[in-house]
């Protein structure tokens, strides 16, 4: 207490002039040999006897039963380790009556804090601790470690969030977990080894205790797959507890260490367990004997410098008296600052003004008996422990830099530290002022995580991104998509204007400009961009303006739509085309209607006129007039995918070959059929039929293009489209198709003409020699078989067609039938005939009978079902509009099929309905008669249904 007392007031007071020293050093070892000469002498009786226990009574101490090298007991029950060793010599140094056990810790301490015991021989020294027990002073200092298995992910302090954490109950490491709020996954056991031993039987996360016991178990029980990680934290004092208010005990237990420790025993006993070889002191009465023989002729040499001294008191005390006041004016400047000051050293608190026990959250005296690494962030301790040390030893060091505090409720606080080297009681020492930069620091961190996201927003942005200036228009940032779209290398942009790379054109950067100054802003400003290969980008604009660094700036984003809208292009085509084709089929459908009544009458009266007459010419001209009208409603049917057909699998080269004399026939012999036929070729499904229609009118119009001589070729190949090929021809998907191509050399297209080729009506001939209605029926019957065409063509560099049709897995199996003259060979079967058209109903009756059939006819289906009912004598064929009022013929047909089983049906439309087909592919066994119907057409189909078997 006394050497407290000294220290507090060198501290408080500071160090005076040498003479002052001088005199204080010559006056203190006076009385330092005046107390040795007393102490020598034995009629002194109260410290004879000081080291009686107050109540004379055997002292009860107690301590942890499992705490090896510590506190344990050994194989025979008996306590044993380093604090018992230390205890024992305390007591016989002091003569006091001790009993010395152990047991649980947990218990230990509630007994120790109840104070149903005197002593425990080794307690941690904590502030919450030092509130319910009196401490001695540390006969050690314990650091705490991390325990973890060899295979743990586990490295330092912050791993331990939420982790199963092994604790001692009652120890100070459980306080400490509480403390931190670390887990709430918490292991409690009742000694350290047994802790240790769960943790290396794979159980739990980690072990928190103290490091050489932990150590000393883990080599003494040879568990070999425990290991410490991180540094020891928590360095605590480690001493003697009593119970609250024994005051005389603490100074019998101080004075006792202060003995053993004089006396050389307390380094045997730390040698033995902690194994610290260190040469052997002297004892402890020969230096007391050495010391006085040195000492007695001291004190003759001393008594002259006292009188001496004496004379200098005076000026001494003068001197101090100024010193004080001095002092006493900077410690009011320091205490009252507006900063936290302290000063460390050595790795303690030396002092601390009010505005750091504020900071740091502890007081003066707590601050005290704090280490200086207490109080610091684990992940900033090592670095401002190391500039502290190198700061003492005289190294230059940074004077300004942050760190983090821990206070004692567990928050985290910033602080800025100004440090400066300073000597304190003689020795190097930090002078620190700290300032709380926490929210400052927050703030900031804000800003970079702000910043940040939105520089990764920036560069990972789909779209295209750039950041202009106002004023200038030249881009300052930009992501990489910006490059990618506009084919321009980074240090081709920065800095730069749209204008000035030739993105944007002047007119537009003006309207750019204009609408942006008027608004603000611009939500999908649809622009066209010129990228460097000269190709046109249409870009939306989506762009606003914004302030960055006191700078007027726009935020520029692109969004590429030249796919979108080429795709909308299409569908709107495809809608036009679609409107076109339902007007298309529904006039066919009506003109079919009529047509059958004109072609099938003219026919029955051609049979009843002399083919000498004039009449007989007439009617013919009426028929072939009717059949142009078929072929043009045919056409129509085509173009709008109404027609019939029946697909067949295909070879294209052979389905090809079978009409090259008849192409040639038809484009003239000035102009020659290079036919360049694929091998290997897939094939494809489809109605034989129509590539007789697509080859006969892709050559007919390739022939129209070529004024005199000239060529057209036909080729076959195999083609398979990847998504990038299938992107760049329009209406196309990726697949494998079977290609046929038209070309010729003849005067070619502008793209606007290009553009119309396919509609229905649109020709470039001149008036009377085209219906427009060639190629829209080529487009017609391409999309009814799920292919597409495409057409490439410019003005003098002729044209070619590219037809692509899905390959289809099978073996090609159609061969074209021997073409033979029509059949009129009758019967005299019975036919019932429905058809809602009176004229129609009629003439099919007319042609029925004179071929020999006997016929039954209905307007209506309710009609025809009362007919077959009432027939007794078998009906043989069915022949039924396929769409009328009541019933359509397909229901129809299995109406009639309940009344007269085995009876055939023939199907009889203007267009085929997806009744009987789909898409115009007719269904498998329908047998289907496409109006107009003609009489050689009618009487061999009838006839071809009756003899089926």
């Known amino acids: ?132 027990v009196d401490f001695s002073q540390p006969h050690l200092m314990i650091s705490h470690a991390i325990f973890t298995r060899k295979d743990s992910l586990i490295r330092s302090e912050a791993d331990l969030r939420g982790k199963e954490i092994i604790v001692q109950r009652g120890d100070i490491m459980h306080d400490y977990v509480r403390e931190k709020n670390l887990t709430s996954r918490l292991v409690l056991v ?61 100074g019998l237990l101080n004075q006792g260490l202060e003995r053993i420790r004089k006396s050389g025993e307390y380094q045997a006993i730390y040698d033995k367990w902690f194994g610290a070889l260190k040469p052997p002191g002297l004892p402890y009465k020969k230096i007391l004997r050495y010391g006085l023989m040195i000492l007695v002729p001291l004190v003759f040499v001393l008594s002259v410098v006292l009188l001496w001294t004496w004379s200098l008191r005076r000026r001494v005390q003068a001197r101090t008296r100024e010193l004080r ?20 050293q050595e790795g303690v608190f030396r002092f601390a003004n009010r505005k750091a026990e504020e900071l740091l959250g502890y007081t003066t005296d707590e601050l005290a008996s704090k280490l ?42 910033w602080v800025e530290l100004h440090a400066a080297s300073i000597q304190w009681e003689g020795k190097p020492a930090t002078l620190n002022f700290l300032h709380d930069v926490t929210e400052r620091r927050h703030a900031e961190e804000a800003l970079r995580e702000s910043e940040s996201k939105f520089r990764t927003l920036f560069e990972l942005s789909p779209q295209p991104i750039a950041l202009v200036e106002w004023h200038s228009g030249k881009i300052v940032d930009f992501n990489e998509k910006l490059c990618d779209l506009a084919q321009y290398a980074a240090e081709e942009i920065i800095g730069r204007t749209p204008t000035e790379l030739g993105v944007y054109s002047e007119e537009d950067a003006v309207r750019f400009a204009g609408l942006l100054k008027a608004s603000g802003r611009l939500n999908g400003l649809e622009m066209e961009m010129k990228a460097r290969d000269g190709s046109l980008i249409s870009t939306l604009m989506f762009a606003r303006r914004l302030r960055i660094g006191g700078e007027s700036m726009v935020l520029l984003v692109l969004l590429d739509v030249t796919e979108r809208n080429r795709l909308e292009e299409e569908l709107r085509q495809a809608q036009k085309m679609e409107s076109v084709g339902r007007l298309a089929g529904g006039v066919a459908h009506d003109l079919n209607n009529t047509l059958t009544a004109i072609l099938g009458y003219t026919e029955l009266a051609l049979d009843e006129v002399d083919p000498n007459q004039p009449l007989h010419a007439e009617l013919s001209e009426i028929r072939k007039a009717a059949r142009r009208s078929a072929e043009f409603t045919a056409q129509l049917l085509a173009f709008a995918r109404r027609q019939t057909i029946a697909p067949r699998i295909l070879d294209l080269n052979e389905a090809v070959e079978s009409i090259l004399e008849m192409l040639r026939r038809l484009i003239g012999e000035n102009i020659h059929l290079t036919w360049s036929p694929g091998t290997n070729l897939w094939p494809v499904k489809m109605d034989p039929a129509q590539i007789d229609q697509i080859l006969a009118n892709l ?142 109903l009629k003439m099919v009756r007319s042609i029925l009978e004179r071929l020999g059939y006997r016929v039954i006819t209905s307007g209506t289906p309710r009609e025809a079902i009362e007919k077959a009912e009432q027939t007794k004598e078998p009906i043989h064929l069915l022949i039924t509009d396929v769409i009328m009022p009541e019933m359509n013929g397909r229901d129809l047909a299995q109406r009639i099929r309940g009344i007269k089983p085995g009876i055939r049906c023939l199907f009889m439309s203007g267009y085929t309905a997806d009744l009987i087909a789909h898409h115009g592919v007719l269904d498998e066994g329908v047998a289907f008669i496409q109006k107009p119907i003609s009489l050689e057409t009618l009487a061999s189909k009838v006839r071809e249904i009756l003899d089926r078997k």
């Open 1 to 132: 207490m006394l050497q407290t007392s000294l220290k507090t007031a060198n501290a408080r007071h500071g160090r005076g002039s040498r003479k002052r020293h001088l005199g204080a050093q010559a006056l203190w070892c006076t009385a330092l040999l005046l107390i040795l000469s007393l102490a020598a002498s034995p009629s002194l009786p109260f410290l004879a006897h000081a080291g009686e226990p107050p109540s004379g009574r055997t002292l009860l101490v107690w301590g942890d039963q499992n705490y090896p090298p510590y506190e344990f007991l050994d194989g025979e029950g008996r306590p044993a380790g380093y604090d018992v060793d230390i205890f024992r010599a305390v007591a016989k140094a002091m003569r006091l009556n001790a009993e010395i056990r152990l047991g649980p810790w947990d218990q230990v301490r509630k007994e120790l804090e109840q104070g149903k015991i005197d002593v425990v021989i080794g307690m941690l020294y904590s502030a919450e601790r030092d509130r319910l």
């Open 372 to 413: 200086l690494e207490e109080t610091i962030h684990p992940d900033d301790r090592a670095m401002v422990l190391e500039r502290h040390r190198r700061r003492t030893a005289g190294e230059e060091m940074p004077r300004r830099y942050s760190f983090r505090i821990l206070r004692p409720e567990g928050d985290m606080r």
């Open 190 to 250: 009742d000694s350290q080894p047994e802790g240790l031993r769960l943790l290396a039987s794979g159980k739990h996360d980690c072990f928190l205790g103290a490091k050489q016991q932990g150590l000393y178990v883990v080599r003494k029980s040879h568990m070999e797959n425990v290991v410490t990680v991180g540094g020891p934290f928590l360095a605590k004092k480690f001493g003697f507890a009593v119970p609250e208010g024994r005051t005389l005990l603490v």
């Open 699 to 840: 050559c007919v119009n390739a022939k129209d293009a070529i004024a005199d001589v000239g060529r057209i070729t036909i080729e076959t190949r195999n083609v398979t489209l990847d998504d990038a090929l299938a992107r760049s021809l329009p209406g196309s998907v990726p697949g494998d198709y079977g290609m046929l191509a038209v070309g010729d050399d003849g005067c070619g297209m502008e793209k606007s003409v290009l553009d119309q080729i396919f509609e229905p009506f649109f020709t470039t001939k001149e008036q009377g020699k085209g219906t427009g209605l060639g190629l829209a029926t080529v487009y017609g019957i391409v999309k009814q078989n799920n292919g597409f065409i495409y057409a490439e063509s410019e003005p003098n560099k002729g044209t070619r067609f590219m037809i692509y049709l899905p390959r289809h897995e099978g073996q090609a199996s159609w061969a074209r039938p021997e073409q033979g003259a029509g059949s009129r060979r009758g019967g005299e079967e019975t036919v019932l005939v429905v058809e809602d058209e009176a004229a129609i």
């Open 325 to 344: 006041e001095s002092e006493e004016k900077y410690r009011l400047l320091v205490e009252h600052a507006g900063e936290a000051v302290v000063v460390a």
